[in-house]
T-cell receptor, first 115, second 117 residues
Framework: KAGVTQTPRYLIKTRGQQVTLSCSPI?????VSWYQQTPGQGLQFLFE???????NKGNFPGRFSGRQFSNSRSEMNVSTLELGDSALYLC??????????????FGEGSRLTVL | AQKVTQAQTEISVVEKEDVTLDCVYE???????LFWYKQPPSGELVFLIR??????QNEISGRYSWNFQKSTSSFNFTITASQVVDSAVYFC??????????????FGAGTRLAVHP
């Protein structure tokens, strides 16, 4: 069974640009969550999507957005990049059968560097 | 406010030593889940255990054991007879019924465990 796949794995952008990250969940998983990991702030929840609807959102500015498609694949977008957006962005999916009980399956992340 | 504290930033042990990773949490919710995740160098977090707030039974899984004490708001993780493959960053996390869904995890800062041969 394939795991959570995130693309791209590494990317470099400059301030002011925008970026789109993609996440393919485990087959059958309908919930996709996104987390940002930085050395200073640690792991922080960005948002969760379930059946194409945003179900929960963390405390991030509106520059961070996401969406989920009918096949459960998800994308997140960061516009007007700032240096502080440099981070590892982790996507996680959770089992349909398990509901929303916090057992998350994470991808290896997309490492974004903003110059 | 909800918060997870992992006071140990880094721990270094020699193989076969036992090691305990501490986790203290704060929440006003009476219904919540606690978790431990492992992050190896490859980056992906690996789920280790989930415990709900109504189940204070300790759990053992092979060399891993967890001690949940609501009286002290702690959920500590012990690795018995540590191995080099246990080297990773370990995160304790909390999710609350009142946060809009249990998939919104509040993570601690993590404890980096280095097991030396």
């Amino acid at each position: 069974k394939a795991g959570v796949t995130q693309t791209p794995r590494y990317l470099i952008k400059t301030r002011g640009q925008q970026v789109t990250l993609s996440c393919s969940p485990i087959s059958g998983h309908r919930s996709v969550s996104w987390y940002q990991q930085t050395p200073g702030q640690g792991l922080q929840f960005l948002f969760e999507y379930f059946s194409e609807t945003q179900r929960n959102k963390g405390n991030f500015p509106g520059r961070f957005s996401g969406r989920q498609f009918s096949n459960s694949r998800s994308e997140m977008n960061v516009s007007t990049l700032e240096l502080g957006d440099s981070a590892l962005y982790l996507c996680a999916s959770s089992p349909l059968a398990g509901g929303r009980t916090g057992e998350l399956f994470f991808g290896e992340g997309s490492r974004l560097t903003v110059l | 406010a909800q918060k997870v504290t992992q006071a140990q930033t880094e721990i270094s042990v020699v193989e076969k030593e036992d090691v305990t990773l501490d986790c203290v949490y704060e929440t006003r919710d009476t219904t919540y889940y606690l978790f431990w995740y492992k992050q190896p160098p490859s980056g992906e977090l690996v789920f280790l255990i989930r415990r709900n707030s109504f189940d204070e039974q300790n759990e053992i899984s092979g060399r891993y054991s967890w001690n949940f004490q609501k009286s002290t708001s702690s959920f500590n993780f012990t690795i018995t007879a540590s191995q080099v493959v246990d080297s990773a960053v370990y995160f304790c996390a909390l999710s609350e019924a009142g946060s809009g869904g249990y998939n919104k995890l509040i993570f601690g800062a993590g404890t980096r465990l280095a097991v030396h041969p």
